[in-house]
């Protein structure tokens, strides 16, 4: 089922709205604010979630709204939208331009849209339920990696990982070609490129991870659960994305393993 063409137009017009409002704090000495789950936040998360939400709720007021800064709203709708307004507070609060802004929009829990925007260096992956992925207008596709020795890894930090959690980041880093670490959902973007191979996390939200969904199906890549589920609204935040459904197999039963 095509995402309608309006929904689209406003998709782009959101991340067209963030960036004046990212562009205005970047490297600029923003007061840092702790939250409960102790990550930070600046006044740039909050005016840039603001500056969408209005958006949405004139142009597309029966939808609904999760966002990670201001909340929920209207989330029995069909279409909600999921906005994390700065995915990657600690690199844009250090001046790394390698935060993103996510835009999903989910379909009855299902994420049938999304963008991922890179302000600073004029970055914009977006895909779309049956269209292939595009990077600043131009089609584009991951790459061919049939299994894992043969793949350069992402994860944002080891120490994200606990308990059980932690054997199954560690086999994968032991079993892959190349760890690298840092990135956020910027590192899912260079899977669509085919720049890379295999991203693994875990403790994500919704809005970590709904807009990824449909940039990595729509260059020809798989995202999943750790259990190999499709993503939701509802999934659990442990996450497996690869450019090579070949390779995210094996990751998949790597996973399993270290942690059955």
């Given at each position: 089922?095509?995402?309608?063409?309006?929904?689209?137009?406003?998709?782009?017009?959101?991340?067209?709205?963030?960036?004046?409002?990212?562009?205005?704090?970047?490297?600029?000495?923003?007061?840092?604010?702790?939250?409960?789950?102790?990550?930070?936040?600046?006044?740039?998360?909050?005016?840039?979630?603001?500056?969408?939400?209005?958006?949405?709720?004139?142009?597309?007021?029966?939808?609904?709204?999760?966002?990670?800064?201001?909340?929920?709203?209207?989330?029995?709708?069909?279409?909600?939208?999921?906005?994390?307004?700065?995915?990657?507070?600690?690199?844009?609060?250090?001046?790394?331009?390698?935060?993103?802004?996510?835009?999903?929009?989910?379909?009855?829990?299902?994420?049938?849209?999304?963008?991922?925007?890179?302000?600073?260096?004029?970055?914009?992956?977006?895909?779309?339920?049956?269209?292939?992925?595009?990077?600043?207008?131009?089609?584009?596709?991951?790459r061919a990696?049939?299994?894992?020795?043969?793949?350069?890894f992402f994860?944002?930090?080891?120490?994200?990982?606990?308990?059980?959690?932690?054997?199954?980041?560690?086999?994968?880093?032991?079993?892959?070609?190349?760890?690298?670490?840092?990135?956020?959902?910027?590192?899912?973007?260079?899977?669509?490129?085919?720049?890379?191979?295999?991203?693994?996390?875990?403790?994500?939200?919704?809005?970590?991870?709904?807009?990824?969904?449909?940039?990595?199906?729509?260059?020809?890549?798989?995202?999943?659960?750790?259990?190999?589920?499709?993503?939701?609204?509802?999934?659990?935040?442990?996450?497996?994305?690869?450019?090579?459904?070949?390779?995210?197999?094996?990751?998949?039963?790597?996973?399993?393993?270290?942690?059955?």
């Amino acid at each position: 089922m095509a995402v309608d063409r309006n929904f689209i137009d406003i998709a782009h017009q959101l991340a067209d709205a963030a960036r004046p409002v990212v562009r205005h704090y970047y490297r600029t000495k923003v007061a840092i604010d702790v939250k409960a789950d102790a990550s930070p936040v600046t006044i740039a998360d909050r005016e840039v979630e603001r500056t969408m939400r209005e958006i949405l709720t004139r142009e597309l007021p029966d939808h609904g709204i999760l966002g990670e800064e201001h909340g929920r709203h209207n989330m029995d709708a069909q279409y909600v939208w999921v906005l994390d307004p700065i995915d990657g507070t600690k690199s844009f609060i250090t001046g790394k331009p390698s935060f993103t802004t996510l835009i999903a929009l989910c379909r009855n829990g299902v994420p049938v849209l999304g963008l991922i925007d890179q302000a600073i260096t004029d970055e914009r992956w977006f895909g779309a339920e049956g269209q292939s992925t595009t990077f600043n207008g131009t089609t584009i596709s991951s790459r061919a990696c049939p299994s894992l020795d043969q793949a350069i890894f992402f994860t944002t930090a080891p120490e994200l990982f606990r308990g059980v959690e932690q054997k199954a980041y560690e086999a994968v880093r032991d079993g892959c070609r190349q760890p690298m670490y840092g990135m956020d959902a910027y590192a899912y973007g260079l899977v669509a490129l085919g720049l890379a191979d295999i991203v693994v996390e875990a403790g994500l939200q919704a809005y970590d991870f709904c807009a990824l969904a449909p940039v990595l199906a729509g260059a020809g890549g798989a995202i999943t659960d750790w259990q190999g589920k499709d993503l939701s609204m509802h999934s659990s935040g442990q996450v497996i994305a690869s450019g090579d459904s070949r390779c995210h197999r094996q990751v998949v039963d790597m996973i399993a393993a270290a942690i059955a």
